[in-house]
């Protein structure tokens, strides 16, 4: 008997376009799930069983194109294959659905309220994030979670992801130089997790303030060194 395995016949992640070759029509639909992304990796720096995806092609079906959120998150998962890094997520590669899609609204509707969200349901993707920076009248971020087999808007900001141990949210900040609403992670009791830039800040003022206390006590800091 022939020893046949319908995974050898199905094209890998190598076979397989990255994304689906569409450029963004807005920079905040790359510069937001980039910042959750650089948060998780210091947050995160010494686990290895996550992926955050940015504008990269999910396959969940050999017969069709793949859907390619502005970011996803999945846990329980190599975070990284080898140097190449991935070049796509392919189901029946990875075998671990993404806990969680971001979809970034821009001016050029793409399906973030229709056609996006109904098949990340039928996936059964947990959570389904969505961010509208343009709205003024409603808050600019909607959580919805997967409950029997539809979407439910979760209410707060931010909102508590249990199975990501982690929180969600928006809040006005600086990223890249640019003062905003930006998405952001949050532990349990609503505190945010600072960003790289604000961290590489703090690090510099608590070096300043140690020099001057070296200096107030007679002692030359550049000397130390």
């Known amino acids: 008997m022939l020893?046949?395995?319908?995974?050898?016949?199905?094209?890998?992640?190598?076979?397989?376009?990255?994304?689906?070759?569409?450029?963004?029509?807005?920079?905040?639909?790359?510069?937001?799930?980039?910042?959750?992304?650089?948060?998780?990796?210091?947050?995160?720096?010494?686990?290895?069983?996550?992926?955050?995806?940015?504008?990269?092609?999910?396959?969940?079906?050999?017969?069709?194109?793949?859907?390619?959120p502005d970011g996803f998150l999945s846990l329980g998962v190599e975070r990284v294959f080898d140097e190449n890094l991935r070049l796509s997520y392919v189901l029946w590669e990875e075998k671990v659905m993404p806990i969680m899609a971001l979809e970034v609204v821009s001016h050029r509707r793409?399906?973030?309220?229709?056609?996006?969200?109904?098949?990340?349901?039928?996936?059964?993707?947990?959570?389904?994030?969505?961010?509208?920076?343009?709205?003024?009248?409603?808050?600019?971020?909607?959580?919805?979670?997967?409950?029997?087999?539809?979407?439910?808007?979760?209410l707060g900001n931010p909102v508590w992801l249990p199975?990501?141990?982690?929180?969600?949210?928006?809040?006005?900040?600086?990223?890249?130089?640019?003062?905003?609403?930006?998405?952001y992670w949050y532990d349990a009791q609503k505190v945010r997790y600072l960003t790289p830039e604000e961290r590489a800040s703090a690090a510099e003022q608590r070096a300043q303030r140690l020099a001057e206390e070296l200096r107030r006590l007679g002692i030359d800091p550049d000397a130390l060194s």
């Open 3 to 68: 020893n046949y395995n319908p995974l050898h016949c199905l094209p890998s992640a190598e076979d397989l376009p990255d994304s689906d070759d569409e450029p963004v029509d807005n920079q905040l639909q790359h510069l937001i799930p980039g910042l959750l992304e650089a948060i998780l990796a210091w947050l995160w720096a010494n686990r290895m069983d996550w992926f955050f995806g940015v504008d990269m092609g999910i396959y969940y079906d050999p017969e069709l194109p793949p859907i390619v």
């Open 163 to 183: 199975e990501i141990n982690l929180a969600i949210g928006y809040e006005r900040g600086t990223y890249h130089g640019i003062t905003r609403d930006w998405l």
């Open 110 to 154: 793409r399906g973030e309220y229709t056609s996006k969200k109904k098949l990340y349901a039928e996936m059964e993707i947990l959570y389904y994030v969505v961010c509208n920076p343009q709205r003024r009248r409603k808050p600019p971020l909607e959580v919805y979670r997967f409950v029997n087999g539809e979407y439910v808007l979760q």
